[in-house]
């Protein structure tokens, strides 16, 4: 009998993992909560949805920018660090898909007003990690009417 309580416990451990609708809830509230950062002068806290990590991408303006680090320091030398600099940040979610149990690719809009006014699309590719959802590959296009 305790033979087949550890086959069962082993079999409860390998039982794989799913993408949920908390999930889904947990990136969009990771995303609501980059924007309120913004908003509120703290690019820390904005970066707090980025995976701390030298493999970060983002890409944007045509350039491939690798790392967490050099993604706050691209951020603070472009838009400071205060928010009358920084501007209005408003993202709209279209779609939030499951890429297996612990990634996801988000597709949205975003708009800036303020100093560096723009308005563009974006896809995030997030990934489950011991901290939560973090973003570890976000491309930023800036649409074609919008000011550079």
């Known amino acids: 009998m305790k033979l087949a309580g550890i086959f069962a416990a082993l079999a409860a451990c390998a039982t794989p993992r799913a993408f949920t609708r908390g999930d889904d809830q947990a990136i969009r509230s990771l995303i609501t909560a980059q924007a309120a950062a913004w908003n509120r002068g703290d690019l820390t806290g904005y970066m ?19 790392g967490w680090q050099q993604t706050l320091d691209r951020y603070r030398s472009r838009y400071g660090a205060d928010p009358s600099t920084m501007g209005h940040l408003d993202f709209e979610l279209l779609d ?15 708009k800036l007003d303020g100093p560096q006014a723009g308005a563009g699309v974006f896809s995030l590719a997030l990934q489950r990690t011991r901290d939560g959802w973090r973003i570890v590959h976000d491309h930023t296009s800036l649409g074609s009417d919008a000011k550079p």
């Not at 949805?49 to 493999?55: F, I, N």
């Open 48 to 66: 707090a949805g980025y995976a701390h990590s030298p493999d970060l991408v983002f890409t944007s303006g045509g350039q491939v920018h690798r």
């Open 96 to 110: 939030v898909k499951p890429l297996g149990a612990d990634g996801a690719i988000v597709l949205g809009r975003w």
